[in-house]
């Protein structure tokens, strides 16, 4: 009998390898599906714009400054329409400034224009429609005189003229409208002053003038005809000739008169003005009697004349012969003619 039949079943099964543990198959990778296919991302927000920059607040325009154009449409035949409409009313206008620039001019002036014969249809145009030569006297003597008003109530009457020095004169041209008056005036010359405090009419010579003391400043001359020049003038100052030769009670201007005074022609033509006592009574007023610290030369108005350095030079009245206080503002040779009574600077 075979000794291996008697060794136990049991040893033949622990002598067989160990069986190799089950691997789980894992599943089979699932392709990835298409971009096209794969279920859409979630959405970004869009980006916001950048803020705009803050404008400055519109700045407030003075009442003179321009305004800034603004375009507008307009139907070409609104346009055509307004345009036709503008020329016509500025013809009118251009019509109408001409036939008052006409009726203003002085008659003196008129006649020195040409085409003489069309004056008068012009003033009997100008006549039609109410532009009278009486109208026109009131409207420009109101004008000045609201300039006059409104001239003295700017300027003080105390103010001062600016003074220069002696170095810087300049040349004083002969300023006669009309011819210079024939020296042979000067030996006989006196000035008659009335108007006066104690009721007499006083007259004096060129010797009397020496009591007087003489005072010297050098102002600017100007012209109403646009020149001027530097002066050194010498004489007595008003003031002190109103102290010597008081005027009457309630006396308000200093109204003088030049009886040697010549036109153009060299016939008699008397020339006047007239001044404020106040402005008389100015530190700078004089009755010059020198120029350049000579005696004044007969182109310059000798013996006297007067010298307000803060008025035009047609109020600086040459060749005095009178002198008369009054109340009531004295007539004026160039207001009489279109000028300013005030004729400040």
């Given at each position: 009998m075979d000794m291996h039949d008697d060794t136990p079943r049991e040893d033949a099964a622990d002598a067989a390898p160990e069986a190799t543990p089950a691997v789980t198959p894992e599943p089979a990778a699932v392709p990835e599906a298409p971009a096209a296919e794969q279920a859409p991302a979630a959405a970004e927000p869009p980006a916001q714009p950048a803020p705009a920059p803050a404008r400055p607040a519109p700045r407030k325009l003075s009442p003179i400054e321009e305004r800034p154009e603004v375009a507008i449409a307009l139907p070409r035949r609104k346009l055509a329409a307004q345009t036709r409409r503008d020329f016509l009313l500025y013809g009118a206008g251009v019509a109408a400034a001409a036939l008052g620039a006409w009726w203003l001019l002085p008659s003196r002036t008129k006649s020195h224009l040409p085409l003489q014969a069309g004056h008068d249809a012009l003033d009997t145009l100008a006549a039609r429609v109410g532009l009278t030569s009486e109208r026109r006297g009131k409207l420009l003597d109101g004008s000045l005189t609201f300039d006059?008003?409104?001239?003295?109530?700017?300027?003080?009457?105390?103010?001062?003229?600016?003074?220069?020095?002696?170095?810087?004169?300049?040349?004083?041209?002969?300023?006669?409208?009309?011819?210079?008056?024939?020296?042979?005036?000067?030996?006989?010359?006196?000035?008659?002053?009335?108007?006066?405090?104690?009721?007499?009419?006083?007259?004096?010579?060129?010797?009397?003038?020496?009591?007087?003391?003489?005072?010297?400043?050098?102002?600017?001359?100007?012209?109403?005809?646009?020149?001027?020049?530097?002066?050194?003038?010498?004489?007595?100052?008003?003031?002190?000739?109103?102290?010597?030769?008081?005027?009457?009670?309630?006396?308000?201007?200093?109204?003088?008169?030049?009886?040697?005074?010549?036109?153009?022609?060299?016939?008699?033509?008397?020339?006047?003005?007239?001044?404020?006592?106040?402005?008389?009574?100015?530190?700078?007023?004089?009755?010059?009697?020198?120029?350049?610290?000579?005696?004044?030369?007969?182109?310059?108005?000798?013996?006297?004349?007067?010298?307000?350095?803060?008025?035009?030079?047609?109020?600086?009245?040459?060749?005095?012969?009178?002198?008369?206080?009054?109340?009531?503002?004295?007539?004026?040779?160039?207001?009489?003619?279109?000028?300013?009574?005030?004729?400040?600077?």
């Open positions: 006059d008003d409104v001239a003295e109530a700017l300027y003080s009457k105390d103010r001062t003229i600016r003074t220069y020095a002696r170095s810087e004169v300049t040349p004083l041209r002969n300023n006669y409208d009309g011819q210079t008056p024939d020296p042979a005036y000067l030996p006989t010359w006196q000035l008659q002053i009335s108007g006066l405090a104690s009721g007499r009419i006083e007259r004096l010579g060129v010797n009397d003038l020496a009591r007087f003391a003489t005072h010297e400043q050098v102002t600017r001359f100007v012209c109403v005809e646009g020149w001027s020049a530097v002066a050194w003038w010498g004489g007595i100052r008003f003031a002190d000739f109103l102290a010597a030769f008081p005027p009457a009670p309630g006396a308000k201007w200093a109204a003088m008169r030049s009886a040697v005074n010549r036109d153009a022609h060299g016939h008699p033509d008397p020339y006047y003005v007239s001044i404020d006592l106040e402005t008389a009574r100015h530190p700078q007023t004089l009755l010059a009697t020198q120029l350049g610290g000579q005696p004044l030369p007969i182109e310059h108005g000798a013996p006297m004349r007067l010298l307000v350095p803060m008025k035009l030079g047609l109020k600086n009245i040459k060749a005095i012969t009178e002198i008369a206080y009054t109340a009531k503002e004295p007539a004026d040779y160039w207001n009489e003619r279109g000028y300013s009574k005030y004729d400040g600077l």
